[in-house]
């Protein structure tokens, strides 16, 4: 991140494009409510629209992840928050916080600037944080931390900065510090600017009184916070400051550095300062890497590129949704785009914003937003959309799965009806889809096994169509690259262990690292790889 860069336009300066990551349960589904709570995006937070299916949350709207309150598909919402200094964009992309969706969640990751990293005050940095953390440090993501749940018992604070310092090798500064936890929770310091932060238990949608300080000694600090807690407080913050870096901005921005904020966001407490932080230390939209030349935001021309698709947001529709990051321009309405892989014209007449589930019609949107393409199959994950100039974005990866199944359809008759479904869910990333060269049938390629089920019971919902998974002789799959002539007679000796996946590549089956190590020896001039840039 150079300094020099020219100022960007006032509309692309004020976007802030994030993405939120967590472990399970660290509650990173309340605070994107509460996010739209702030943003005026909706009125009552979902925890508190009480009964039954009202309880459901907004950012949610696959069946699946509502009847198992979890995310499994990475949303995009889009709202305004006003901070006393500038009424920011924020676009705000949710990840799925399930290890078995890792794929969906790295590729959520490289259209963004940022991520907002939620930890557990009880359980601190878990495993699929620390997970998700690397993929942020491979890209030098900025990283703004939210400790959660400090309403509960939580640990002690000096021990979670550790925790997160020595795990993630990263700076970490507090931005607040938190009075109290569990039931003696009050508030948080903001160390930053002074104030005093106080909860407000009664009404969990209310923000709760703030109270300009003179420091640490203001007696005006003894009216709220009983003694032994007052002296805790100022013995610790003492500590934090001469103990912990001070806060740089420069810093945060390239990665190195994370400022930490206490809360909780059941009680909507510490959540506004995070989006004032956001605000304030959060990156603008950045240049993005391409070929054969990097895009700058500030461009005149429009380019986006597709980090994800959708398939049946709206069941009755049959509709798929491309998610796409503008990374340069100001796109307008019915504007008309070259679709770089297939070189053909596209006008974009019905691009949509979303408001968590609903959707509106976007006008107009700038580099760092994150619109969605309704189309009939011609985007796929990876595509570049320009104003005419070739680019390629790149850097959008592709894995190769660890759990192989065989699938057939419960009936024999509906088997192209099935194929249709299967490359409709390789297209969206959902799964890899292997016809094999030998043999009728397909073999589906996960990351985690409650994909299998998330699957099976899409194409039940969306395509009326109950599926046998079956056990598979393979185990893992291999994107074969060499010459033409090379990967042709590789294949023609190999039948067995051919496969072909949606876009017409050839994939080696395996059943043990034994069958990768031979192919090594025996064909030098075949290369197996596990990943595949997402990019035709």
Known sequence: MSTNRPSLPPEIARRRTFAIISHPDAGKTTLTEKFLLYGGAIQMAGQVRAKGEARRTRSDFMQMEKDRGISVSA???????????????????????????????????????AAVMVIDGAKGVESQTR????????????????????DREARDTFEIIDEIQENLAIDVTPASWPIGMGRDFLGCYDMLNNRLELMDRADRNRVAES???EGLDDPKLADHIPAPLL??????VEMARELLPALDPQSVLEGHMTPIWFGSAINSFGVKELMNGIGTYGPEPQIQKA???????????????????????????????????????????????????????MAITNPVLFLAADRELAEEAWAGDIIGIPNHGQLRIGDTLTEGEMLK?????????????????????KAKHLEKALMQFAEEGAAKVFKPMIGSGFIVGVVGALQFEVLGSRIELEYGL???????????????????DAVEKFAQANKQHIGYDNDGDVVYLTRLQWDIDRVGRDYPDITLSATKEMMV
């Open 231 to 236: 002296d805790k407080l100022r013995e610790e």
């Open 211 to 213: 109270i300009r300080l």
């Open 466 to 484: 109950p599926v046998r998974f079956d056990a598979s002789q393979f185990t893992s799959a291999r994107w074969v690259h060499g010459s033409k």
């Open 291 to 345: 070929t054969p030349r990097a895009i700058a935001p500030e461009e005149p021309k429009v380019t986006g590129f597709v980090f994800k698709v959708q398939a049946n947001m709206d069941p009755k529709h049959r509709d798929r949704v491309a998610f796409v990051r503008l990374a340069s321009g100001h796109f307008q309405r019915g504007m008309k785009l070259t679709h770089v892989r297939t070189k053909k014209p």
């Open 393 to 413: 974005v790149t850097g959008i990866p592709s894995f190769a799965p660890e759990l192989l199944q065989g699938v057939r359809a419960g009936d024999p008759m």
């Open 131 to 150: 997970k998700l953390f690397e993929v942020c440090r491979l890209r030098d993501l900025p990283i703004l931390t939210f400790c959660n749940k400090m």
């Open 75 to 113: 949303s995009a919402m889009s709202f305004d928050y006003a901070s006393k200094a500038q009424t920011f964009r924020f676009n705000l992309v949710d990840t799925p916080g399930h290890s078995d969706f890792s794929e969906d969640t790295y590729r959520t990751l490289t259209a963004v600037d």
